[in-house]
């Protein structure tokens, strides 16, 4: 799952950092061009389109059906690119989006997705002596979103593990707006102090319990790197968020309050 190839952190002496032009929202979309086999899907393979509102679920339908218009959909070793699978990916993608201005991740034009785990490279891993690794999926700076789609499809129908390959890839490249991969998102004013904030805290919080030995929620890998950290953060949000807010609940507010979603609230209304 590492992005590649991460930018470097920004220097302490940065300061502020230049913003794009603000996406204008998604026009919304006559309801019948959305197929109906496209809905089969949706109920099928992503778990959290049932917990919406009737008001969500048209918005990511609509979203949905954008994205997979907007990017390029590729196979790879042998995979044939079904509407199946760009309805799965698009839609766990745009969940993410239900609460806030976008232009469905303009800048990723391209996803690659393979049948399986694959072998990820790159010359200058390979010149640090890195070797190539099995991986799930791989987020490219400036560049594609790689996925595998036996992962794609057990997670969207099954988040009770806390894991979502798509949320965790589109994580990645949502950190990458602001030209870094840091784990400080393309924020404004008070809000972009107080996450950096509950970055620093909660991301120094875990590795120190990992190095005490302690189990802990979000796991080994979230403590590797902060643009890790919010990756994997952001999984647990959409998946685990009553249980993220138990254990980090800072963190789990300030998700909330950047994403502009409340997945809490999804999953208490599917049991009620």
């Known amino acids: 799952m590492l992005p ?4 470097p952190e920004p220097p302490e002496s940065t300061g502020e950092r230049s913003r794009p032009a603000p996406p204008k929202r998604p026009p919304v979309q006559d309801p019948e061009t959305f197929p109906k086999e496209w809905r089969a899907f949706l109920k099928s393979n992503v778990y959290h389109y049932q917990l919406l509102s009737k008001a ?5 339908r609509n979203d949905t059906r954008a994205m997979i218009a907007k990017k390029d959909w590729e196979g790879c070793g042998g995979l044939s690119v079904t509407d199946e699978i760009k309805v799965t990916i698009a839609a766990q993608a745009c969940l993410m989006l239900l609460g806030q201005e976008h232009d469905y991740f303009g800048h990723v034009r391209t996803i ?3 049948p399986s785990s694959f072998q990820a490279s790159d010359e200058r891993w390979e010149d640090e002596g890195w070797l190539p690794e099995a991986a799930g999926g791989q987020a490219v700076y400036r560049g594609p979103v ?6 794609v499809l057990a997670e969207g129908r ?4 806390g894991a979502n390959l798509v949320i965790h890839e589109f994580a990645h490249q949502l950190d990458f707006i602001d030209g870094y991969a840091d784990g400080t998102l393309d924020l404004q004013g008070e809000h972009t102090e107080r996450w950096q904030e509950v970055l620093n805290s909660e991301y120094n919080r875990l590795r120190r319990e990992i190095r005490q030995g302690h189990e802990t929620f979000l796991g080994d890998y979230a403590a590797t790197s902060k643009t890790e950290f919010f990756a994997t953060a952001s999984e647990r949000f959409f ?3 009553a249980k993220l807010r ?4 800072e963190l789990s507010e300030m998700l909330s309050a950047t994403y502009a979603v409340d997945p809490e609230r999804w999953f208490r209304a599917k049991k009620s």
């Not at 590649?4 to 930018?7: F, Y």
């Not at 969500?56 to 990511?60: I, P, S, V």
């Not at 790689?146 to 992962?151: A, M």
């Open 146 to 151: 790689i996925l595998s789609w036996d992962t």
């Open 112 to 114: 690659l997705i393979y």
């Open 4 to 7: 590649l190839p991460p930018p």
């Open 158 to 161: 099954a988040p009770s593990a």
């Open 239 to 241: 998946t685990q968020p």
């Open 246 to 249: 138990h254990f980090h609940p």
């Open 56 to 60: 969500e679920r048209r918005r990511l």
